[in-house]
T-cell receptor, first 113, second 115 residues
């Protein structure tokens, strides 16, 4: 079975542009998580969904960030407009349920110049 | 307050040495879950182990072993006869029963195994 799939793997964009990161969770998993990892702040949970419904978005840094999960097999994280401080690795993870391990995608390395 | 503390920021060992990575957690829940993840230089996060609060048995998997002690709120990870391929950042994480799926990650321990 394929793991969590993220695209693109690398994204370089200019400040002010819109960025959309995509994630396909493992089939059958009902929870999906978006994380951001930087050297300064470590691994931060941005938002997570249960059964396609956003449960906790308190980690979303600003209104410039938004996430959607239109169905069980797809989620997006959008940054509009992007800023240099958004440069980070963004991970998507999925889990079969409460108390179970999360499986992480390979990450998207975002660079905003 | 930090729910998961990994006090060791960086550790260096010589190949074939044993090394223990510490993890201390804090929770008031009686039901909770503990995890370890490995992040090698390539960047992906790899799940290693899951332990629930009702199972204090130690676990061994090859050169890896985990010691879960509720009395000290610790879930330590030992690598026996370390190898260069063990060089990575290791994260400990906690999931509490009442918060559902949310993970609380420690800040990670960077392990370097010197050949």
């Amino acid at each position: 079975d394929a793991g969590v799939i993220q695209s693109p793997r690398h994204e370089v964009t200019e400040m002010g542009q819109e960025v959309t990161l995509r994630c396909k969770p493992i089939s059958g998993h009902n929870s999906l998580f978006w994380y951001r990892q930087t050297m300064m702040r470590g691994l931060e949970l941005l938002i997570y969904f249960n059964n396609n419904v956003p449960i906790d978005d308190s980690g979303m840094p600003e209104d410039r960030f938004s996430a959607k999960m239109p169905n069980a097999s797809f989620s997006t994280l959008k940054i509009q407009p992007s800023e240099p401080r958004d440069s980070a690795v963004y991970f998507c993870a999925s889990s079969p349920g409460t108390g179970y391990e999360q499986y992480f995608g390979p990450g998207t390395r975002l660079t905003v110049t | 307050a930090q729910k998961v503390t990994q006090a060791q920021t960086e550790i260096s060992v010589v190949e074939k040495e044993d090394v223990t990575l510490d993890c201390v957690y804090e929770t008031r829940d009686t039901t909770y879950y503990l995890f370890w993840y490995k992040q090698p230089p390539s960047g992906e996060l790899v799940f290693l182990i899951r332990r629930n609060s009702f199972d204090e048995q130690n676990e061994i998997s090859g050169r890896y072993s985990w010691n879960f002690q509720k009395s000290t709120s610790s879930f330590n990870f030992t690598i026996t006869a370390s190898q260069v391929v063990d060089s990575a950042v290791y994260f400990c994480a906690l999931s509490e029963g009442h918060t559902g799926n949310q993970f609380y990650f420690g800040t990670g321990t960077s392990l370097t195994v010197i050949p």
